[in-house]
């Protein structure tokens, strides 16, 4: 299992009127601690598309459980519970200064050769640096 | 059973550099989409909160089947299944001008007290309403 | 001179916990206005893309004179006031439903080749369409 | 003259399928960058609101020279000219990583009393801050 923890704050251009971050914009946060979680693990997503692979969303679920407000610096706790194939699986925990957790989510990618849109396997390199956490904590 | 279409033109603001709708941007869609669903069932989300009940978001669940494109003008049709209580469910389904089918969601929102934010019923005139439309369809 | 209104509604997204329509958010209302204006004109921004133009912002300037709120029904008022050569200038008012002014902008965009970002002149049958509309007002 | 330097990485989200940021989405850059300049000043933005000043945008200008990219780690250099009265200025330079100067901008802003709306001269706290590091530089 990998788990790896950002930090992103809340800005106010993501809040909305009823004053906590607007629903749509946490997508944007796992987002970023996604691809952080990959940088981690040596993969920039950046030059992943530049080397002809793209990871589209497949799936989205996301749970509010308690509103993040403004200028909350909040913590994204990112795990990939499972060594990926053409699909990759990321679960992802959102935690305000106080340690309450606010949001629970999931999504699922999958990689995908650029020029035919066809699905294609996670690249070598990428899967050998994420093996290595998997043979850690079992 | 109430349903509702309504039509969107994809922003260039809401593509990305696949080229594609940002798979955040969706939520954005699915709000407007059953704002307008509220409005045509003769409640106005922006009476309702200034009357002091909110609809804060519970839950979001969304799949990606094939990305709409820049300047596509989409139909999104929102599904009413089930009158609600303290809590209201959404189902969402995004076409593309080609009527090809792009993306299943649902969302689940609560009715919300704003001064105490404690859950509450939705208000009895939205309700009367929306039951003409399942009265009509059993 | 060119002119064209068109109406958009604000979406809860674009609110902030202020209340009112984030600043930021104005320049996408802008890019909708530009985009229709010159689908009046007979251009697709989709098609000129897709031909190898790209017509990429080189200035945005914005005065907020009151707030939008949401749902209100905006009214952006677009106005071409000379013909384009390289470089297209657009002026923008926003007027809400009690025909308050409460935004002013410009913006300055550049044709450019896609293939090598070079400046070139705008395509002959846009400019045909426009000057009709000079025409008609001097 | 005070100056703060801040760095933000660009998110997907904030491409669009001209595969550069948005034009529309440095405004949200500008914001962080000045929060994070009253911060360093002392000033939370947060906390002001919750004083009952709020901070509204009155002008934006913005001079787009060379696009950011996705995954780019930009620096924004936020300046403040002159001791504000109820205005307050900022201007801002958005580099990369190779220190090429891509965007240009400015804004004005004005201290209001939510209660009235009105304008408001700066907390005095604030100003004392801020004139040390006009003493410094003079």
Known sequence: MFTKEIEIRVRYAETDQMGFVYYGNYATYFEVARVESLRALGMSYKELEKSGIMLPVLEYNCK???????????????????????????????????????????????????????????????????????????
């Open 64 to 138: 509010y459980l308690k509103p993040a407000k403004y200028d909350d610096l909040l913590t994204i706790k990112t795990t990939i519970k499972s060594i990926p194939t053409a699909r990759i699986f990321f679960d992802y925990e959102v935690f305000n200064e106080n340690k309450e957790l606010l949001t629970i989510a999931s999504t699922t990618l999958v990689f995908v050769q650029a020029f035919n849109k066809r699905p294609c396997v996670a690249p070598e390199q990428f899967l050998e640096q994420l093996r290595k956490y998997f043979h850690q904590n079992q």
